[in-house]
């Protein structure tokens, strides 16, 4: 498999319990030398209206949200088809949650939607 790039949403096998659903690529591109794996938020059309849920609106995607707390960590493998890209706009929605939910920023998202 070619190397995959942030932004890029694929359908993802996630095994007989969860599966298979859209994914958001969050890690970088591997290199030869790394492990064929791949960082991953899913995507949920059972939102909770979680703060560390992100709706994005795209043509290739149902309606429903990036669930930021549901990150994970797959081989290439299990990546079925590609899907689409989001924009640099939208992964900025993104970043800004997963970083958050990291503990990498302050706890500006609260004030954000008071």
């Not at 096998?13 to 791949?38: H, T």
């Not at 800004?96 to 954000?112: A, M, R, S, T």
Request: net charge negative.
């Amino acid at each position: 498999m070619d190397s995959l790039d942030r932004g890029e949403v694929w359908l993802v096998d996630l095994g007989y319990v969860a599966k298979v659903r859209p994914c958001l690529v969050v890690s970088i591109p591997a290199l030869d030398q790394d492990r064929a794996l791949a960082t991953l938020i899913p995507h949920t059309t059972s939102p909770r209206n979680s703060r560390f849920e992100v709706q994005i609106e795209t043509r290739f995607l149902r309606e429903g949200v990036f669930d930021v707390q549901n990150i994970i960590t797959i081989a290439h493998a299990k990546l079925l088809r590609k899907l689409g890209d989001l924009t640099p706009e939208q992964m900025a929605e993104i970043d800004k949650i997963l970083l958050f939910w990291l503990g990498l920023e302050e706890d500006n998202v609260q004030e954000d939607e008071e």
